[in-house]
C-alpha cells in the first residue's frame, strides 16, 4: 500500500494504492490538511511506543526527528518567537514560543551543548 498527499488546487488530496494498484482519494480543505499533518506527530510518537514501551528506569526510548536547518523570527505582533526547523525532507514545523520560555530553552540548549563539547551525559545526572 502507498500513501500519497498531493496539492490540487486550493485543496488537497490524500491518495491510497492498495496492493492491486486500485487508488482511492479523499480531498480535504486547507483546514482538513492542517489538522491531519498536525495529529501526524502524536500518532507517530504513540505508533513507535507500541515498540519502543517505557522502561522501568528513567531512561526511555524517544523518536527523534533530525534537523538540518532552522530560522528564528518574531510573529507578527512581537509576542513570541517563531523557531521553524526543518527535516532532512524538507518538511518544516514552526513552533511559537513566548518569550520567557525562549529564554529558558536559550539556556538550556547552551548548557547542552557545552555538555556536549565536554563529552559529559547530563541525561544521568
Avoid: C
Avoid at 522502561?55 to 533530525?66: F, K, R
Wanted: hydrophobic share 45%; net charge neutral; aromatic share 4%.
Amino acid at each position: 500500500m502507498a500513501v500519497e498527499f498531493k496539492e490540487d488546487g486550493d485543496d488537497f488530496l490524500l491518495i491510497v494504492t492498495n496492493a492491486k494498484g486500485r487508488k482511492s482519494q479523499v480531498r480535504m480543505t486547507e483546514a482538513d490538511a492542517l489538522n491531519i499533518t498536525q495529529s501526524a506527530t502524536l500518532w507517530r510518537e504513540r505508533i513507535v511506543s507500541r515498540y519502543h514501551p517505557k522502561s522501568e528506569g528513567t531512561v526511555q526510548a524517544i523518536l527523534a526527528t533530525p534537523v538540518v536547518q532552522f530560522r528564528v523570527t518574531q510573529d507578527s505582533l512581537a509576542v513570541d518567537v517563531l523557531l521553524t526547523l526543518q527535516a532532512p525532507n524538507g518538511a518544516e514545523l514552526t513552533f511559537a514560543i513566548p518569550s520567557v520560555v525562549a529564554n529558558l530553552l536559550a539556556k538550556k540548549l547552551g548548557e547542552e551543548i557545552v555538555s556536549l563539547a565536554q563529552g559529559q551525559d547530563r541525561s544521568k545526572q
